[in-house]
């Protein structure tokens, strides 16, 4: 079956950094997407891996091994408005998405 | 960035009434949009895909004769929860793609809140 494993909650603290796993199982892989939501909002795009590897966007990275089946979410220099769930979510072989539970991130100051 | 409307952002109905939820796609047009729920503390899920001009192709185990789904234009798909019992209250979320999979980025609306009395 597919599957996508990402940790239920997380805190950090304020200008801290923190790391959101994220593992997947899928029939064929075409890229995986972070998103984030805050509590009563719809999902918002944070980014988008389909190849090995760091990218960077301002204080986000996201970063993604295919042969392992990983993927995580660096968020640095944390702000409170970081509190949000964030959603991992895999494309498989026929294109659809296959989304996790979200892991949400509380910010202590 | 793509600006997906949905309206109305919540609503509160009686049991047994049908409740039309539209999706927008305001500044481009949507070959493909994405009907979601969510309950409190659960990530989405995948009720259907609406397609401009064909028949919503839905999830296993969504009734499709319960929610009704209408893709009339490239920029609005319509979903109707008819005869709405308490057990449909949810967050209902839309999205949109400018291709036709989603594959293509998701542009998501604001959601409707449905609470069924």
């Known amino acids: 079956g597919q599957n996508i494993d990402q940790p239920t909650e997380m805190t950090a603290t304020e200008g801290a950094i923190v790391q959101i796993n994220c593992t997947y199982q899928?029939?064929?892989?075409?890229?995986l997407f972070w998103y984030q939501q805050h509590a009563g909002e719809a999902p918002t795009f944070l980014s988008y891996n389909v190849l090995d590897g760091l990218e960077e966007k301002g204080r986000f990275s996201s970063f993604l091994s295919r042969s392992k089946g990983y993927s995580y979410l660096l968020l640095k220099e944390l702000q409170m408005k970081d509190s949000a769930s964030y959603l991992c979510?895999?494309?498989?072989?026929?294109?659809?998405?296959?989304w996790g539970a979200g892991t949400k991130l509380i910010i202590k100051p | 960035g793509a600006v997906v409307s949905q309206h109305p952002s919540w609503v509160i109905c009686k049991s047994g009434t049908s409740v039309k939820i539209e999706c927008r796609s305001l500044?481009?047009?949507?070959?493909?949009m994405f009907w979601y729920r969510q309950f409190p503390k659960q990530s989405l899920m995948l009720m259907a895909t609406s397609n401009e001009g064909s028949k919503a192709t839905y999830e296993q185990g969504v009734e499709k004769d319960k929610f009704l789904i209408n893709h009339a234009s490239l920029t609005l798909s319509t979903l109707t929860v008819t005869s709405a019992h308490p057990e449909d209250s949810s967050f209902y979320i839309c999205?949109?793609?400018?291709?036709?999979?989603?594959?293509?980025?998701?542009?998501f609306g604001p959601g409707t809140r449905l609470t069924v009395l």
């Open positions: 999205s949109a793609v400018s291709g036709e999979s989603s594959y293509n980025e998701q542009f």
């Open positions: 899928t029939s064929g892989f075409n890229g």
């Open positions: 500044d481009f047009q949507a070959t493909t």
């Open positions: 979510a895999a494309v498989d072989s026929n294109y659809q998405l296959i």
